[in-house]
């Protein structure tokens, strides 16, 4: 049983601006450790024992960083334009054999534990070979507003569950209620299935996707390894996320739970708590000076820092622009006119 990562590579990580800037996302930066989010993830995924070789489907503007940070010859699908990541995997899907059990994984994420990732991978896989569409559901940790929430129902097997239902990003209250629960996790946006079975459930659920992708794939073409998918036919693919348009309406969604040191890198908080802190939760490189701080995160790519008497609070200073945000505001990042007017 082989495992095809298919490699979702797309967005711009506003919410991460300065540093990630729209030449240069999230993806492609070494954020955590020394690999790039995207280096991190074909990483997880190159047990030649366990995967096959990846394909990775992205925009036209990031096929440079792709090819840039991934070995020689991987297959790379160039979106014509984005359409959410339903279009983005039936791409992959409708250009693998039907028997092929595809491993969807964002590009721009961490995971700590990566023989946790492995076993999980290996246990969704077992499951979609017997025709079930996989979720990977990530432990939840506290009560968090910004992720999805998948509920486990009927269990399957030791480590799988049914999915008893899909849950959009909950108030606080709620996601407080989901916690004490225990039977809910984290919608991490992972996923495993047989390609002909997602093709099958998209084609039931959302034909006019499933027509106009394969109708891009058809007319499509090969050009220095690069597959290019007829751009007409799939400027009419109306964009919707694999959760709306599949997931969410399947009888055959599955859940595996797992713990696995997983962080979306989300916002400056989530890339904070992901990183290595001191004894104060500060992350800040040694030229950085820190007083009587707490949880307060530092980069800067030359001016030096100084901060005294701070808590839940992230400086960045990069390419000429400067940034400070409290942990509260982190979100709204991407709101700002340097962000989205780049």
């Not at 492609?28 to 690999?35: A, D, K, Q, S, T």
């Not at 440079?64 to 020689?72: G, I, L």
């Not at 990977?136 to 009927?154: D, L, N, S, V």
């Amino acid at each position: 049983m082989t495992i095809v990562p298919v490699i979702l590579c797309g967005g711009s990580g506003t919410r991460l601006w300065p540093r990630s800037r729209k030449a240069m996302p999230k993806p492609f930066l070494p954020l955590v450790g020394e690999r790039t989010l995207f280096e991190a993830t074909l990483h997880r995924c190159a047990d030649p024992e366990v995967f096959a070789r990846p394909i990775v489907v992205t925009g036209a503007e990031h096929v440079e960083h792709v090819e840039a940070q991934s070995a020689p010859g991987t297959a790379i699908i160039v979106e014509p334009e984005a359409k959410n990541t339903a279009a983005a995997i039936a791409l992959a899907a409708y250009r693998l054999p039907k028997d092929a059990i595809m491993l969807v994984c964002p590009s721009d994420h961490h995971i700590a534990d990566l023989q946790a990732f492995a076993d999980a991978a290996t246990s969704a896989a077992s499951l979609a070979s017997d025709g079930w569409l996989v979720a990977f559901g990530i432990e939840a940790r506290k009560p968090e507003t910004g992720f999805g929430y998948i509920k486990c129902g009927a269990r399957l097997g030791d480590r799988s569950y049914r999915v008893e239902r899909f849950v959009e990003k909950p108030d606080l209250a709620t996601a407080r209620s989901f916690l004490a629960q225990g039977d809910y996790r984290w919608n991490g946006g992972l996923f495993a299935f047989v390609a002909g079975k997602f093709i099958e459930e998209l084609a039931s659920h959302r034909p006019q996707i499933a027509a106009f992708v394969e109708q891009a794939v058809l007319s499509g073409r090969d050009e220095g390894g690069h597959f290019h998918p007829d751009a007409e036919a799939f400027s009419k693919v109306s964009g919707e996320s694999i959760d709306y348009a599949v997931m969410e309406n399947t009888d055959r969604a599955a859940v595996v739970p797992v713990d696995m040191g997983w962080s979306d890198i989300g916002n400056w908080v989530a890339l904070r708590e992901a990183c290595a802190s001191d004894d104060n939760g500060n992350v800040a490189p040694s030229s950085a000076e820190l007083i009587d701080c707490r949880n307060v995160m530092v980069e800067s790519d030359g001016p030096r820092v100084s901060v005294v008497g701070l808590e839940n609070v992230t400086i960045v200073v990069s390419d000429g622009e400067i940034l400070v945000t409290s942990d509260a505001g982190a979100q709204k990042v991407g709101n700002l006119a340097g962000a989205k007017n780049q």
